[in-house]
């Protein structure tokens, strides 16, 4: 029975598309191994995640990586909890979607002939403004 891919000789199956890690807690072994160590474990690791994801929906409205320090405190969560790594899966699968459509010739034609759009209409807005009032600042302008 043949156990190789179609990528070549040499190759097997399970060497073609990357392996995800397992599923579940990433404790130390002496840590899983007394119940009640591994629940203050579980707990530490939550109240961590938790602080990180409020500070991270705390920035969103403010200066900072909010996006970032949430998937970071998503991240801290997906070390103890499966629905933390589901998560995290998923979104990882999604922006690597969105990055491979971005890549794509169409789209980023698409993009640039929008951007240039959207510049033109900016700098023609820019134009109609200082040909009416001159180079004062909006809040400056007495009509």
Same mark, same amino acid.
């Given at each position: ?60 409205? !403010?200066?900072?990586? %909010?996006?970032?320090? +949430?998937?970071?405190?998503? $991240?801290?969560?997906?070390?103890? &909890?499966?629905? /933390? ?28 002939? !929008?951007?240039?759009? %959207?510049?033109?209409? +900016?700098?023609?807005?820019? $134009?109609?403004?200082?040909?009416? &009032?001159?180079? /004062? ?7």
């Amino acid at each position: 029975m043949n156990t190789q891919s179609n990528g070549g000789p040499g190759v097997a199956e399970e060497d073609a598309v990357p392996a995800e890690q397992p599923l579940g807690s990433r404790a130390p072994h002496f840590i899983k191994r007394s119940r009640p160590l591994h629940v203050s474990w579980q707990v530490g690791v939550f109240v961590v995640g938790l602080a990180v994801v409020v500070a991270g929906v705390i920035m969103l409205p !403010l200066p900072g990586p %909010g996006w970032l320090v +949430i998937f970071g405190g998503m $991240a801290i969560w997906a070390t103890e &909890f499966v629905w /933390a790594q589901l998560v995290l899966r998923w979104t990882k699968r999604k922006v690597t979607e969105a990055a491979q459509k971005a890549l794509d010739p169409k789209v980023r034609r698409r993009n640039i002939i !929008l951007t240039t759009i %959207g510049l033109v209409i +900016i700098a023609a807005a820019l $134009a109609v403004y200082v040909w009416k &009032f001159g180079f /004062a600042m909006p809040w400056n302008v007495s009509e």
